[in-house]
Structure formats: C-alpha cells, structure tokens
C-alpha cells in the first residue's frame, strides 16, 4: 500500500449480523435492516490519495469495487486512488464492501477537505450498499462498534443504535465459503421467512440483551431461515458440544464462536479477531 503526504488512512471494522429484518423503502437512507450483529477489530484499512484517474485497489489487485465506487461518486467527482486491506474474506458475512466504502468515505473526506460530517459519509456508505445489494445493515453497525442493536432501518444516528455491553472478547470463526447477498435479497419467499424469524429473535434478544443471548438468538434465527450448510450445522454444533457458543455468519457460509475449545480447528483454518467498540475512525 503507498503512502503520500497527501494521503489518508481509514478504518472500518468487520461486522457480523447474528439477527437481521429486511426493510426496502423508496428512500435508501431508511431502507436497510433493523437486527443485531457484532464488530471485529478485523476490517479494512483504507488509505486514499489524490490521482489521476480513480482507481480501487482491494489487497493489492485492481478491481470494480462497485460499492465503493459508488461511494467515491457520491462524494466528489475528483479522481483518487483507493488501496484498501481487508483481514476478512469477501462474501463470507462479514460486512467487507460496506467496511470498505465506509473507511473510504472517511479517507475521501480527508483527503480531499470536504468537511462532512461523520454520520454524513455513513449515510453515503450506506446509500451505496444498498443500491448495491451488497448488504443492509453492515454500516450502521460499523459506526459505533460492539454488539449493535438496530432498531431501526436505514442510517440512524449513533446514539438512537443500541448496544449489549461486553468485553473485548475473541471472536474465532472458520469459513467455508460464499453466499450471495444479491440473490437471498430479490427472493421475496426467502424474505419473508427471515423477516419473520428476525422480528421473533430480536425480540427475544430484547428480553435478555447479552453476549450468550445474541449467539443463542442468532443461531435460532440462522437455523430458522434454512441458509444453513450441513458444514455449519456441524461446525456450530461440534462448539457447543465443547462448551462454547456459536452461530453462523449473515449472510455468509461462516461460523463464528467464542470459547470454541479448539472444535472449529476440525472443519479449516481458524481465524480470530477481538471484539472491536470502537467504531470507524480515520488512522
């Protein structure tokens, strides 16, 4: 990744949901998702700089990046060179387009003197994940960190996001692959399932807002939708049998646990990142 004077770094955090309703409005700045999901200090660093043409970068290789690429539109017609580093895989249920169009918003806006303000470049992020169909609700909970609680739909405000407190607990996860956003999103038999699952377990979460409650919550709802693959079934099982908690990544062929005790090292390579509170934040 270069660097410049001219130059500005960004990050954002991976953020996994565990519970998500899907709410599509005419306005994308209120359409989204209302639900529950967990921040990683795994994310993007993004650094942007002045450029001739506007180029994206995603862990060194050039590439479309339609997210952020309609980030970057929204924001300014200057050309500039993204380089963005993601510690998470793409696809996988980890909110990686909207942790990089938001760290790039943040870049953008510094680096060009723009002046916006924070909750402005995350209403950006967002318009352009939603336009995208790369995901609903991943911004809204990359802004304030933790274990969000989202209320409601769209881009609120910081404060009106909830948030079960916890420590910085490690998150260990094993991915066996992608699902794709786009296609559960425009399947309106699917969505209806969710939405009915999402509104029972939120509020069941609700109820008891804790750590062990979003994971048990989360994977009700996982195994109520039917996206789950008999690898994750297994995997999340083979945790709770050793004593841990576990649930599946939305939307993604991903588990993710605490206190696996070693089960997932089973079924792949284990991966682990800490519960990040803060949310994104230039560099």
Known sequence: ???SKNSTRAFAPAHISGIFIIDIKNDPIHSGSMGAGICLEDGAVTTVRPAKETTIKINGDVCEASTTLSTIKLLTKKPVMVE??????????FGASAAGALSTA?????????????NDLAKVAHI?????????????GMTCGGIDIRKHAGIPPIWSIDRIP???????????????TKSVLSDDIKKKSINKAGRFRLKELLKKPTIDNFFMQSCAFAKEIELMSPQVRDAIEAVEASGGIASQAMLGNTVFAINDNGALSEFGEVKKSRISHCGAHLL
């Open 1 to 3: 990744m270069s660097f």
């Open 84 to 93: 963005t580093t993601l510690s998470v895989p793409i696809g996988a249920g």
């Open 106 to 118: 943040l870049a953008v806006n510094k680096t060009l003197s723009l002046n916006m303000t924070f």
């Open 128 to 140: 352009a994940e939603v336009k995208n169909r790369t995901g609903l609700g991943d911004v809204a």
């Open 166 to 180: 916890c420590s910085d607990e490690i998150i260990s996860w094993v991915c066996f692959g992608e699902i794709s």
